[in-house]
């Protein structure tokens, strides 16, 4: 299991900028995968960009060139910084960590925190 604590969302005009943060509880370096979600008011929870254990990354088409996630391994924590924002980027932002146990795959989540763009 893993606790996982975001924060860094905030009000922001367009063009802006901000980090998010997220604190987890564990060792990151025993976590497969993590990255991060949002959840825009009466739409699906879409994937933004994740990490690999591996160094792989990946992003939504929508974010790609604006966002950048990174791992600090000595920190246990996950950032996205998030440049050039839009208005479509707001919504609430959670930290997700994929663990595969002897159940399978679990998914966890942070409680969220929210990102607003808007002049």
């Known amino acids: 299991q893993v606790q996982l604590v975001e924060s860094g969302g905030g009000y922001v005009q367009p063009g802006g900028s901000l980090r998010l943060s997220c604190s987890a509880s564990?060792?990151?370096?025993?976590?497969?995968?993590m990255g991060w979600y949002r959840q825009a008011p009466g739409k699906q929870r879409e994937l933004v960009a994740a990490?690999?254990?591996?160094?792989?990354?990946s992003y939504a088409d929508s974010v790609k060139g604006r966002f950048t996630i990174s791992r600090d391994t000595a920190k246990n924590m996950v950032y996205l910084q998030m440049n050039s924002l839009k208005p479509e980027d707001t919504a609430v932002y959670y930290c997700?960590?994929?663990?595969?146990?002897?159940?399978?795959?679990?998914?966890?989540w942070g409680q969220g925190t929210q990102v607003t763009v808007s002049s």
């Open positions: 997700n960590a994929v663990i595969f146990g002897p159940r399978g795959k679990s998914d966890y």
């Open positions: 564990r060792n990151i370096l025993t976590i497969p995968s």
């Open positions: 990490a690999s254990n591996s160094g792989t990354t």
